[in-house]
């Protein structure tokens, strides 16, 4: 009696059975710098701004550098939901492409705005922050097709883990380039330079596929895994459409997940961004602290959001996406209150108040920015294959309108003058609705070790 002999892996089985090839890093590497290099960018415009606060060829206000910082999240929300269907219709790679070069060659240009056009630098930014939206949004599915079921949470996390180091590096270019606005923003004009690395990489082969292009797909498997193309095993199904998801199938089939994701992502965005557009001139204008402490102290900031960032991420496939995404929510919230408290602890807005305003900020992108580790990820699996990019696009998109909304909303209280009497009643807000985003994200399907093909 002669034993049966086990049944040729399939394609996905070969990749959830091997370990991470050069390749494949590669790819996990690419989107990692992609988004270090869009979020150092949207970064810049901060130091830039508390730069320009204090230009008196500028008389910049407090409400006109709101809307300048608004503007760039206005951008992200229609680069999101743009590219989100884009990368479903024309391929992950060509959209990680053209929001490269978008967001490069507008930053570049955003270098020439004239003293005091405060108007047509924040119109320079919308069109910075289309190409900042769509590269965060194609370059996670862009990994998670390429990578084993039971690390796909770690490692399309990581497309977001590193995103801190984007703070890091503009705190860094602010202290070297002191009150020089300029030679900080063209700072920015270097990621054009990941074009080199995309050419170099595959499309998903998931995309392919779904074209019909099945050779291609296989090619693009074989490049990941590291094996001729004949030694890979079958492929899954075909999608029974070939077209790209559209915008009305989102809202009627899949109306729930839309709804988390747009909520959910809203209430995180709008907790955290204004720290990212605004913690800077708070911490200059309100408490006093000079512009070389400011970009020290927001290195620091960095590291902890990328340490939060690294946890939540690794925590997502141990012990789930919803338990994170919960406690993230409320231990952030935990240090936004502290610093709506600043002021009151400390018996005024004097240098003691600026420190416990900067301790509360330090946990909350620590944590409510820190689950940016898992949240994305997770808002892409709530989504099936014919409709992952468009899904996580769309809903994504709205809730970017947080980024809008927050940095417009505090200039607007500002005023003329950035001072710390308005900063309580603020950020109580921002951190209630990092509560609102945790709760939101249980009611989301937990996708834990789950194959895409089974979502």
């Not at 296989?218 to 990941?224: D, G, I, P, S, Y």
């Not at 005024?348 to 949240?375: E, H, K, P, R, S």
């Not at 990092?434 to 895409?452: H, P």
């Amino acid at each position: 009696m002669t034993e049966k002999s086990a049944p040729p892996m399939t394609a996905l089985e070969q990749i959830d059975a091997r370990p991470l090839t050069k390749n494949q890093r590669s790819l996990i590497g690419l989107a990692v710098a992609g988004n270090i290099s869009e979020f150092f960018d949207m970064f810049l415009i901060g130091f830039a701004v508390n730069v320009l606060l204090k230009d008196p060829a500028w008389h910049l206000r407090g409400d006109e550098a709101g809307i300048i910082l608004a503007m760039s999240g206005l951008g992200t929300v229609i680069g999101a939901i743009g590219w989100g269907r884009l990368a479903d219709s024309i391929g992950r790679k060509r959209s990680f492409y053209w929001c490269t070069v978008l967001f490069t060659v507008f930053t570049v240009v955003c270098v020439f705005t004239p003293d005091n056009g405060w108007v047509l630098l924040a119109f320079l930014r919308v069109l910075v922050g289309m190409g900042v939206g769509g590269l965060n949004i194609v370059s996670i599915p862009y990994v998670q097709e390429f990578v084993p079921a039971k690390q796909r949470g770690l490692l399309a996390g990581l497309t977001a883990v590193f995103i801190p180091l984007g703070l890091f590096l503009g705190s860094v270019a602010s202290s070297l380039t002191g009150s020089n606005w300029r030679l900080l923003i063209a700072l920015g004009g270097i990621p054009i330079f990941l074009l080199f690395w995309l050419h170099r990489v595959p499309e998903s082969p998931r995309f392919l596929q779904s074209k019909g292009r099945t050779e291609e797909a296989r090619a693009a498997l074989a490049w990941a895994l590291q094996l001729p193309p004949e030694q890979v095993g079958t492929l899954p199904e075909a999608p029974k459409t070939t077209a790209s998801a559209s915008y009305r199938l989102i809202f009627t089939k899949y109306r729930k997940s839309l709804l988390i994701v747009a909520i959910g992502s809203f209430s995180f965005i709008l907790g955290s961004s204004v720290i990212q557009s605004w913690g800077q001139s708070i911490l200059g204008s309100a408490y006093a602290f000079d512009s070389g402490m400011v970009a020290n102290l927001f290195m620091l900031v960095s590291l902890g959001d990328l340490l939060g960032r690294l946890s939540s991420a690794w925590l997502a496939d141990r012990i789930g996406r919803k338990k994170v995404m919960l406690s993230y929510g409320l231990i952030g919230a935990v240090g936004l209150l502290l610093s709506a408290g600043s002021t009151m602890l400390a018996g005024g807005a004097g240098a003691n108040a600026g420190w416990i305003f900067f301790i509360g900020i330090m946990i909350a992108m620590t944590f409510g920015d820190g689950a940016f580790g898992v949240l994305n990820p997770f808002g892409a699996e709530q989504f099936p294959n014919e409709a992952r990019s468009t899904g996580l696009g769309l809903g994504y998109g709205i809730g970017s309108t947080g980024k809008i909304f927050g940095p417009w909303l505090l200039g607007a209280m500002f005023g003329a003058k950035v001072t710390a009497d308005i900063i309580p009643a603020a950020f109580l807000f921002f951190a209630v609705l990092l509560v609102i985003g945790g709760v939101t994200y249980q009611f989301a399907r937990e996708t834990k070790g789950e194959s895409l093909e089974k979502i």
